[in-house]
């Protein structure tokens, strides 16, 4: 079965940095198309980056220059790096895969989100 | 940018009855529009993908419709665990991929 497991949500300041992970099983990271999403609390969903197969890398411009998306092959994780965090960071952060060839681009995996909270 | 809209905001349905959900986008995106349903306290679930196709395991009673910029999700015979949040997504314009607001759907 297929599965993603978030973790490395916490409580950060303003101006700090954290970094999120996502344990993927039943896939390989590194044969998939994969993405982060967030969720400010009450509200709806905001694509945030997305890494493909050949290592590529693009990021929603409210983030752009702050955080990076990796991935390890080995340890089958795909990682964001999160910098100079800001109160409107704060989200339930998802991992999910994009199904880039069944269906051309929809999120066919999540995860169950791992919470950041940035707040003084 | 592209921006995606969805109407209502909130729908109450009686169980058993059909309820319609609207989408729609700024710009085209031909058929490429997925649609999710958050229920509560978990993450989404792809219901439907390129605009139309049901996602595996997704009920019969859930379709989509549409092209371009105005799509449908049509719910027949609403049942208790159809109750949270539909958003439609846009993933027409690689590398961006854009949510819409969401549709809170309950039973009334």
Known sequence: EMQLVESGGGLVQPGGSLRLSCAAAGLA???????????????????????????????????????????????????????????????????????????????????????????? | EI???QSPATLSVSPGESATLSCRASQGVNTNLAWYLQKPGQAPRLLIYYASTRATGVPARFSGGGSGTDFTLTIS????????????????????FTFGPGTKVDIK
Request: aromatic residues 16%; negative net charge.
């Open chain 1, 29 to 120: 990271v590194s044969n998939n198309y994969m993405t982060w999403v967030r969720q400010a609390p009450g509200q709806g969903l905001e694509w945030v980056s997305v890494i493909y197969t050949g290592g590529h890398t693009y990021y929603a411009d409210s983030v752009k220059g702050r955080f990076t998306i990796t991935r390890d092959n080995y340890r089958n994780t795909l990682s964001l790096e999160m910098n100079n965090v800001r109160p409107e960071d704060t989200a339930l952060y998802f991992c999910a895969r994009v199904d880039y060839s069944g269906s051309s681009g929809a999120f066919d995996l999540w995860g169950q989100g791992t919470l950041v909270t940035v707040s003084s």
């Open chain 2, 3 to 5: 921006v995606m809209t």
């Open chain 2, 77 to 96: 015979g609403l049942q208790s665990e159809d109750v949270g949040v539909y958003f439609c997504q846009q993933y027409n314009y690689w590398p961006t």
